[in-house]
């Protein structure tokens, strides 16, 4: 693998935090640092950690479910999807977040999500 395609892969990669980091940005209006230093901490933190579970949890799995991995990945990819559509048609506003994003669960959600690629 060459210096190149790994900068194109990592900036791929990074793509999904920046996008929450910018929706968070638009969320909060004027962030202080504080709160820029959490977002960016946290995002950069979950980025490392998550391929280093995801290796050892793979190398570990893998093993236990080779004959019917296809099946797994089938259920999960539609669960994820089902979830999405069912709250895409779901017009409840009350997953309203009115508080500051940049702290608790709110931010420990956002970084799984944003490293789970």
Do not use: C
């Amino acid at each position: 693998m060459t210096i190149i395609y790994s900068l194109v892969l990592a900036f791929a990669l990074g793509i999904d935090a920046f996008s929450v980091a910018v929706g968070a940005g638009s969320y909060l209006g004027k962030a202080n640092n504080r709160q820029k230093f959490r977002l960016s901490f946290h995002f950069g933190l979950f980025q490392f950690i998550m391929p280093i579970i995801g290796w050892l949890a793979g190398a570990n799995v893998a093993r236990y479910i080779a004959d019917y991995d296809h099946w797994v990945v089938f259920i999960l990819l539609s669960a994820v999807g089902g979830k999405m559509i069912y709250e895409a048609l779901k017009s409840d506003d009350s997953d309203k977040v009115d508080s500051d994003i940049t702290r608790g669960m709110v931010l420990v959600i956002l970084s799984i999500a944003t490293s789970i690629d």
